[in-house]
């Protein structure tokens, strides 16, 4: 007899997570960034390229964001100082952040939540960006 294989779409796993999450609206997560938070930027350096970056965000691709962040981790970053560390999570428009925070919070890290509609919304609230200078390359932050 086979066991029976619980199917899930990629939407039943994203609203799983964000049940979980408090998510944050770009100012509330600019008001955390600035009581203390850890902003981290998870997107690609092609996407940050082409839309452009928060100042000040620490840099961790998803690839290797709980290596960075677990304070348990010989791979963390500095800040990756104990679990009850602020984590806001950033991607481009809120879903691959929402994915992240939740396994973070599965790590132990309590308070790690996301930016609801990610550096898009964040930009379209007005909030600080820095472009990409022409003919240049981004940034990029190695965390």
């Keep these: 007899m086979t066991a029976a294989v619980r199917r ?4 039943d796993v994203l609203a799983e997570a964000r049940a979980r999450l408090h998510r944050l609206t770009p100012h ?3 008001a955390a960034v ?3 938070a850890l902003l981290v930027d998870i997107r690609p350096a092609a996407q940050r390229a082409a839309e452009g970056e928060v100042p000040d965000a620490v840099v961790i691709e998803r690839n290797v964001l709980e290596w960075r962040l677990d304070p348990a981790s010989a ?5 990756a100082t104990g679990y009850d560390v602020e984590v806001v999570v950033l991607c ?3 879903y691959t952040s929402s994915l992240a925070a939740a ?3 599965d790590l132990g890290l309590h308070r ?3 930016v609801d509609g990610g550096f898009s919304a964040w930009r379209a609230a007005g909030l600080p960006t820095a472009g ?5 390359t981004a940034r990029t932050v190695h965390a």
Aim: hydrophobic share 35%.
């Design 8 to 11: 899930r779409t990629i939407d």
């Design 112 to 114: 790690a939540t996301d």
């Design 28 to 30: 509330e997560a600019w």
């Design 132 to 136: 990409v200078p022409v003919g240049g």
């Design 75 to 79: 791979h963390r970053i500095p800040a």
């Design 34 to 36: 600035e009581r203390g």
């Design 103 to 105: 396994s973070l919070a």
């Design 92 to 94: 481009s428009e809120g």
